[in-house]
């Protein structure tokens, strides 16, 4: 059949399969026109649009199903067949492209949870002799589906295991004498869950010589299943080569069909997908024999490493010539990223862990082995290669605008590419390598040490610069946050507190940005980073960041220096010059910090401030904590401290003036209730709140999803106070501030500041005994370090944090597309600078000349995968936006603007695309889901039925706006039932979850190992 007749062919089968009345016997030659007939992804993705499956689903799902199980059953036989002379390519390829385009409409659909669960877990499957494997692979199971228990019309069946299926499974010729090893439980004769055998052929595909992976040699047999790791790098020594795209867009879709596998989180609330999980992901990550495992590891993480690194130091693999292979690289090297942090990232639902036990999946205690495998790695060059992919890109948009490159020839340093080259080459990935590094941070104790140790404080600058350069980008919303929450993590970790109290490099000082310095040189990384910190709140700091940032300064103050028993060599106390620019002896707290954090005090103690609500008192008592923190432990090294409170007497003490007013207004409106009829005991969050404004906290949840609060501030203290008691006596800053206030008055009565410079009043600090005055303080426990030691905040995973985690993630997953296509056209622009630089002499240029050049890509659609489907996961937002950056433009780019605009031989195509974001739902649209309204993600269903769609749509855009995880409620893109009972699924009680197997070492350790 000619290629451009297999579109109306798969069609008008389509509508026959769409006929209610349509019942197609197994053996009828339609189901197999459907592997046989299409040439690429387009032609299945265009032929069967989002309103015609819908359709099927909806008319016939007798059809639609059997359509499903035929289809997988077909690739799992061909998948056996990878070694005898039939393994037959295109077919493999177009049981993946349909199973990749059906599968979502079947996952969205939560009537249909039980018939999925039939179709793919249960073990009541007949053999199908027309489809028996000859062979089977090593490594791989032999067994074949049968089609009996769909063919009915009862599609909501009990999951029965009524039919046996023989199995044969070959032993692995690497014996794996670790206990950690996933075994398929071979004495029994009960065959594998469909589901189950998807996954593991997958994985076998994605190492199929001539399919997947070059053949290592001449006497290699042809379509055999070799497991060779992808690219050099871990477990593979060796020169990196030029891409192969015919393996390339082969790999792609394999990836692909993995990641839609393992989609069904998309359709779930936020609070179920860390409990629920997917199955297909529990299999891929827990029952991969040890030699796959590994291999895949490998392959995904040296690919992901490589296509991460400098471009101006290290061939990246990205460097096409050809726009569409260009294109296929890109989204390869994409979808395994995501693949693989989601492997990493994943926890183990402890609900399947019976389940894979009872279907003969595994027969060991089951774990995730990537995490496992991860942090077993400890070579010296496998921690240098971890580093070189994935620590230093963190550092390169610093690097990039730097002193030394804004020093540079301009427009040299563009048209070599450089610039250019190294700030955007990860702009689209910045998401998935923060969480990688946090992955690796968590499970490898090796790396943790070493970039604890030779990264340390310098991670959080570059982290803090991040957050500085987009906070208010749209589009890097969900990145600022994680890099935020990465913060907090960091600053719990004592081997990194501890290098906050040191000198800052100058050396390292003068390779910052310019407009990232501060007005003085900074005495230790800590007044650094609080004093960018306060400057980030006192201006235009989103108030999704706020409570984080504030939980990191509250860590960050307290930490003091070791005692010094040096002699300081100046004859004279300092002068308030001094104390804003010189570095102290004792390495004690700046000036000019102090004084931004006496600033920060200042507007969060304002009255229209702590109105805004209630969770602001919290943040102010925060602040008032840390500082008394520092008095009270360490009073011999705060006559900074001890200076500045005194100077700002009127902000300490405006603090309790505030809180009372504030008190006062809470009693006059606690009087009104009765009056006006209303139960309700909290305010109400109207849209606009809930979007922009995370730090609302309800009881229920508060101390699963932010950090556990310092004594007297938890939900449990509060609710012990008396019940009608005013706010001035029950803040949970008033001790604090009771106790600064006692040290300003003491300080009134033994320092003289009338007509005295800085070196004066110091002199007379230091000369009021203020060690032996604050001994004599009735000190609360919490600050008595004789009593109790400082202990940081830190950030807790839970089932909902752990479902924000995932859920940027999957946003990331679901706009994989567009953000592919707009990295596509950035690289373009940057082979045609580098170009156009050879040619004039500025540098050299070269780009992969594929043997393979004239081949035509079957792997790209303009199409999005989940496109039409009823994500409830996060909103699908309708509008259109471009998807260039939002952010400053920095001196290259405008730069590159100029040149553009002088030489109009490069165009770079301004996409335009839907929206999504994670945030709140708004009235309206509250509303029209209450009134049944359709949303406008949802296809309609007026179009023809044998109608393609030709429209060359891509999928909504989600927009990188983070999902802050104080509450359920507070989730950007939160349905107002998120929390209601799901179908076919029984509540799932919130609690909290281990994450890391290796946890940072403390002197007490709340993180367990992975279940």
């Known amino acids: 059949m000619d290629p451009k007749d297999a579109k109306p062919a798969l069609a008008e089968r389509l509508f026959r399969l769409a006929d209610p009345l349509s019942h197609i016997a197994v053996s009828d030659a339609i189901w197999a026109s459907f592997w046989t007939l299409p040439r690429s992804v387009n032609d299945v993705f265009t032929a069967f649009s989002p309103a015609n499956i819908v359709l099927l689903r909806d008319t016939n799902p007798r059809n639609f199903f059997l359509l499903i199980r035929l289809t997988a059953t077909r690739l799992v036989s061909l998948a056996r067949q990878t070694e005898s002379g039939t393994f037959n390519k295109l077919e493999v390829l177009n049981c993946a492209r349909l199973l990749t385009r059906l599968l979502p409409y079947l996952y969205e659909k939560g009537e249909l949870a039980s018939a999925e669960k039939t179709l793919f877990w249960s073990l009541n499957n007949t053999v199908d002799p027309h489809t028996q494997a000859s062979g089977s692979s090593n490594g791989s199971t032999t067994a074949t589906v049968g089609f009996d228990s769909l063919c009915s019309t009862d599609l909501s069946s009990a999951e029965t295991t009524n039919g046996m299926v023989d199995v044969l499974v070959s032993h692995d010729k690497m014996i794996d004498n670790i206990s950690m090893k996933p075994t398929v439980d071979e004495s029994q004769s009960g065959s594998l869950p469909l589901g189950a055998l998807l996954v593991l052929q997958a994985v076998n595909l994605l190492f199929t010589t001539g399919f997947t992976v070059p053949a290592v040699d001449k006497q290699s047999r042809p379509n055999s299943v070799e497991f060779s790791i992808w690219e050099p790098g871990i477990g593979l020594a060796g020169k990196l080569k030029h891409p192969d795209i015919a393996l390339d867009s082969n790999r792609l879709e394999i990836l692909r069909l993995l990641l839609v596998l393992c989609s069904q989180c998309l359709y779930r609330q936020v609070s179920n997908v860390v409990p629920l999980g997917s199955r297909y992901l529990t299999v891929l990550v827990t029952a991969v024999p040890r030699l796959r495992m590994l291999t895949l590891i490998s392959s995904l993480l040296n690919l992901v490493c490589r296509s991460t690194k400098d471009p101006n130091e290290y061939n990246t693999g990205l460097d096409l010539e050809i726009a569409a292979q260009k294109e296929v690289r890109i989204l390869m090297v994409t979808s395994a990223m995501q693949l693989f942090t989601q492997m990493i990232v994943y926890p183990l639902p402890k609900m399947d862990q019976d389940f894979l036990h009872k279907q003969g999946i595994l027969i060991d205690t089951p774990t995730n082995l990537v995490r496992y495998y991860c942090g077993r790695l400890h070579k010296e060059q496998e921690l240098e290669f971890l580093e070189d992919g994935l620590v230093r890109p963190l550092f390169r948009l610093m690097d990039a605008n730097s002193g030394v490159a804004a020093n540079a020839s301009g427009l040299s340093y563009l048209i070599k590419g450089k610039f250019l080259a190294a700030a955007s080459n990860l702009e689209d990935w910045m998401t998935e390598v923060v969480m990688l590094v946090w992955e690796f941070y968590q499970c490898n104790k090796k790396f943790r040490i070493r970039l604890a140790t030779q990264y340390g404080v310098k991670l959080l600058v570059a982290l803090l610069y991040q957050i500085f350069v987009y906070k208010s980008s749209e589009k890097h919303r969900n990145y600022v946050r994680t890099c935020s929450y990465l913060v907090l993590f960091l600053s719990y970790d004592t081997i990194i507190t501890t290098q906050l109290v040191t000198p800052f490099d100058k050396q390292y000082y003068a390779t910052l940005p310019q407009h990232f310095r501060l007005s003085g040189s900074p005495t230790t990384y800590r007044d650094f980073l609080v004093t960018q910190t306060c400057a980030v709140l006192q201006t235009d700091c989103p108030l999704i960041l706020v409570p984080t940032m504030i939980e990191w300064i509250y860590n960050m103050v307290p ?274 600078f580098k170009k156009v630089g ?148 029984p509540p799932v009680p919130l609690k909290v979850t281990p994450r890391n197997s290796l946890s940072i070492i403390r002197t007490r350790s709340n993180v367990a190992p992975d279940d």
């Not at 994670?918 to 309206?924: K, R």
């Not at 060359?952 to 855009?957: A, D, G, V």
Request: charged share 20%.
């Open 838 to 985: 050879a040619d004039w002499g500025f540098g050299t240029w070269s780009t992969f000349n594929s043997k393979s050049s004239t081949m035509e890509v079957h792997s790209l659609s303009p199409i999005g995968i989940w496109d039409g489907t009823d994500v409830k996961l996060f909103t699908i937002k309708g509008g259109t936006r471009d998807i260039a950056l939002t952010g400053p433009k920095t001196s290259v780019d405008m730069a590159t603007d100029s040149f553009i605009k002088r030489f109009g031989s490069i165009a770079l195509n301004r996409r335009k695309s839907s929206a999504a974001s994670l945030q709140t739902l708004s009235s309206q649209t509250q509303q029209a889901h209450r009134s049944g309204t359709e949303s406008p993600g949802r296809p309609l269903l007026s179009r023809g039925l044998g109608s393609t769609d030709n429209t060359q749509s891509t999928p909504p855009l989600v927009n990188y706006s983070p999902v802050p995880p104080p509450v359920a409620d507070d989730f950007e893109g939160f349905n107002l039932n998120s929390f209601s009972k799901q179908p076919n699924a």
């Open 559 to 832: 930490q003091m220096p070791a005692a010094s028993s040096s002699v300081p060599t100046i004859n004279r106390r300092p002068s308030s010059r001094d104390l804003a620019t010189t570095q102290p002896p004792t390495l004690q707290m700046s000036y000019s910090t102090c004084s931004a954090v006496t600033q920060l005090i200042a507007k969060f103690s304002s009255v229209e401030f702590l109105r805004q609500q209630d969770v602001n008192l919290d943040l102010l008592a925060l602040l008032m904590r840390s500082l008394c923190h520092v008095i009270a432990r360490n009073p011999s090294d705060c006559a900074i401290w001890f200076y500045v409170l005194l100077k700002n007497k009127s902000i300490f003490e405006n603090v309790i003036v505030s809180i009372r007013k504030v008190s006062a207004t809470n009693d006059v409106q606690d009087e009104r209730v009765p009056a006006s009829g209303s139960n309700s005991p909290s305010p109400t969050l109207n849209a606009e709140t809930s979007e922009d404004d995370p730090l609302y906290r309800g009881p229920t949840d508060d101390s699963l999803i932010r950090p556990k609060l310092p004594v007297g501030m938890s939900f449990r203290a509060k609710a012990k106070l008396p019940l009608n008691a005013p706010l001035e006596l029950t803040w949970t800053g008033l001790k604090s501030t009771t106790v600064l206030l006692d040290v300003i008055r003491h300080l009134e009565a033994n320092v003289t500041t009338t007509s005295a410079d800085a070196a004066s009043i110091i002199n007379q600090i230091h000369g009021a005994k203020m060690p032996e005055f604050i001994a004599t303080l009735k000190l609360p426990n919490e600050y008595n370090p004789a009593k109790t030691k400082f202990e940081p905040l830190r950030f807790t995973w839970s089932n909902l944090s752990l479902g924000w985690y995932t859920s940027v993630l999957w946003c990331l997953i679901y706009n994989q597309l567009e953000v592919c296509k707009s990295k596509s056209v950035l690289e373009d622009s940057i082979s045609a």
